[in-house]
């Protein structure tokens, strides 16, 4: 440290130090010099960049060394006087050198703020669903991509922390007013998911840094409507009441007439859907080869639905026409549920466009007044088998719903894997009302 006159000829003199920096303070040219600054500094790298500063002893008593500018842009003069309006503030009982560090962080936050974009948090809710392996991620994905970004592009960039509750609206809005109700629903369960996952990813060990640019984003999507469906009080023109519906006992005995005469892997794919109770296609669609137990004639899935954590095993029986289907499908290796050999599982798009080919010609030959979808055949499936008698909870082990409760999960082991194989035999024989009638064993469940 030395003290010398700062002008620029002495500045662009002073040597480099051998390691570290130095700082050379400036010292007045004279008992009255009024340019005199005091704590003018210059400092000097062993890289031979020469900065000027101001050094000063904040109200708290510690040291601040406030930086100016590089000598080069700065001459002596024009930091002396930057130096002087720093040094004003200081003796107002200013910290400039912290007033700085608040400004950078401000700013470094301002472009945090525009890097986390709406999209961006969306992306990171996909991730997460990922971490958890939920088969679901992929579908979410495609689905935001869909409704989201690709309709309003503006909106996927804007920073997340500026949209509203009314941009929300515009994306169930645009889907409500096209009629897709159902899309429109899901949409709006993604929006809040992300961002109640954006809200308390602070305390997950898991998901924190996908949404560490997220923290400050209010959560606006909790008060997103719930997505009004027009009330269902008036017949159609066949008289029927409009939304989803049950087949009727001879609607699904002729639905069976036809799929178990159809050929291939196309036939085999919605015999073996119907006949397990009309099982959700995602899981239908994940099942592998190795989940079929041909020994004990059943076969595995994995209900990974709603908020749970870790899947849960949801072993169901298969009757003879079933495993004939897993046969026919020949799905050796890969995929058990598949149009392709095993290749690719037939997911819930595959099997709705077999269903509505299979409906469209019912509505045809005058065998059912509308078409209908694999939902449907599911709450046929239900509906049938309650009218015949199936308990309630045989239902519900079947078709692997409702069973997220404290009870179902922690107390009531038994697997009703006999009541199970009883109804799906039953079904079997409704789906052909003049063959032989199984009698249903009472449960003792």
């Not at 390691?19 to 890289?47: C, H, L, M, Q």
């Not at 935001?144 to 994306?171: E, G, N, Q, S, Y």
């Not at 959560?219 to 519906?245: F, H, M, V």
Request: proline share 4%; net charge positive; with cysteine.
């Amino acid at each position: 440290m030395a003290k010398i006159r700062l002008d620029d000829k002495t500045v662009r003199n002073l040597e480099a130090p051998g390691k570290g920096n130095r700082i050379d303070y400036d010292v007045p040219s004279g008992p009255r010099d009024k340019d005199f600054v005091r704590g003018f500094a210059v400092r000097t790298t062993a890289a031979g960049t020469k900065t000027f500063l101001l050094v000063y002893v904040a109200a708290n008593g510690r040291e601040r060394r406030q930086k100016i500018g590089d000598f080069g842009p700065f001459t002596a003069t024009t930091a002396r006087t930057a130096a002087r309006k720093l040094r004003m503030q200081v003796d107002s009982g200013a910290d400039p050198f912290k007033d700085a560090q608040k400004t950078r962080a401000e700013a470094t936050r301002e472009r945090a703020l525009e890097g986390a974009t709406f999209g961006g948090m969306l992306t990171a809710y996909v991730e997460a669903l990922r971490r958890q392996k939920k088969p679901s991620a992929q579908k979410v994905e495609a689905e935001l991509l869909r409704t989201v970004k690709a309709p309003f592009p503006a909106l996927w960039r804007a920073p997340a922390a500026d949209v509203t509750i009314d941009d929300l609206v515009r994306v169930t809005n645009r889907l409500v007013r096209a009629g897709k109700l159902r899309q429109a629903e899901k949409t709006r369960s993604y929006l809040r998911a992300a961002f109640t996952a954006a809200s308390r990813a602070r305390g997950s060990a898991s998901t924190a840094d996908l949404f560490e640019a997220f923290g400050h984003v209010e959560n606006i999507a909790r008060d997103l409507g719930t997505i009004e469906r027009p009330k269902i009080d008036a017949p159609d023109e066949q008289g029927e009441k409009t939304g989803k519906r049950a087949l009727s006992v001879d609607e699904l005995a002729a639905y069976w007439r036809r799929i178990r005469e159809m050929p291939g892997a196309q036939g085999a794919v919605l015999r073996l859907h119907l006949l397990t109770g009309a099982q959700r296609c995602e899981q239908l669609a994940r099942l592998a080869a190795r989940g079929i137990d041909g020994d004990a004639k059943t076969m595995t899935l994995w209900d990974s639905k709603g908020r749970r954590q870790a899947a849960r095993r949801h072993v169901v029986p298969l009757i003879p026409d079933a495993l004939a289907a897993v046969d026919t499908m020949a799905g050796g290796s890969g995929f058990a549920f598949t149009l392709d050999g095993g290749k690719h599982g037939a997911g819930y798009h595959a099997v709705r466009s077999l269903v509505a080919r299979v409906a469209a010609d019912m509505v045809d030959a005058g065998e059912v007044g509308r078409t209908f979808t694999p939902g449907e055949l599911r709450i046929t499936v239900e509906t049938r088998l309650q009218a015949a008698g199936v308990s309630e909870a045989v239902r519900a082990h079947l078709q692997s719903h409702g069973m997220g409760g404290i009870q179902n999960r922690f107390y009531a082991m038994h697997d009703f894997a006999a009541e199970k194989r009883a109804a799906l035999e039953r079904l079997r024989a409704i789906l052909e009302p003049g063959g032989k009638v199984v009698p249903l064993r009472r449960s003792r469940a």
